[in-house]
Nanobody, 121 residues
Framework: QVQLVESGGGLVQPGGSLRLSCTASGMNFINFSSYRMAWYRQAPGKQRELVAS???????NFADSVQGRFTISRDNAKKAVYLQMNSLRPEDAAVYYC????????????WGQGTQVTVSS
């Protein structure tokens, strides 16, 4: 019933910027505010990688490879999480997935279908 839908992917030139969005449905904003939200990515032939996460407290974490270039934010009222990607590099190309995680009297772990990001000149 809970669904995460990503948008904003596409083709970008190296050095360009892109903003990904993820919107949750099937849960209210009160529940959404309790989840750890995160962006993962997976490039062809590579393992899935945690790119960035943001806790219910607002604390953020970034992979070393994107530190200083990417920003994650959330809007609990809109049940949305965003990933602002700047100074994009070819190695950033991947399918990006939105994730919502909560362990509270049970484990809740939801994933979006992914959105393709291509970085090419």
């Amino acid at each position: 019933q809970v669904q995460l839908v990503e948008s904003g992917g596409g083709l970008v030139q190296p050095g360009g910027s892109l903003r990904l969005s993820c919107t949750a449905s099937g849960m209210n904003f009160i529940n959404f505010s309790s989840y750890r939200m995160a962006w993962y990515r997976q490039a062809p032939g590579k393992q899935r990688e945690l790119v960035a996460s943001i806790l219910n407290t607002g604390t953020t974490n970034f992979a070393d490879s994107v530190q200083g270039r990417f920003t994650i934010s959330r809007d609990n009222a809109k049940k949305a999480v965003y990933l602002q990607m700047n100074s994009l590099r070819p190695e950033d190309a991947a399918v990006y997935y939105c994730n919502a995680y909560l362990r509270l009297g049970g484990l809740f772990d939801y994933w979006g279908q992914g959105t393709q990001v291509t970085v090419s000149s």
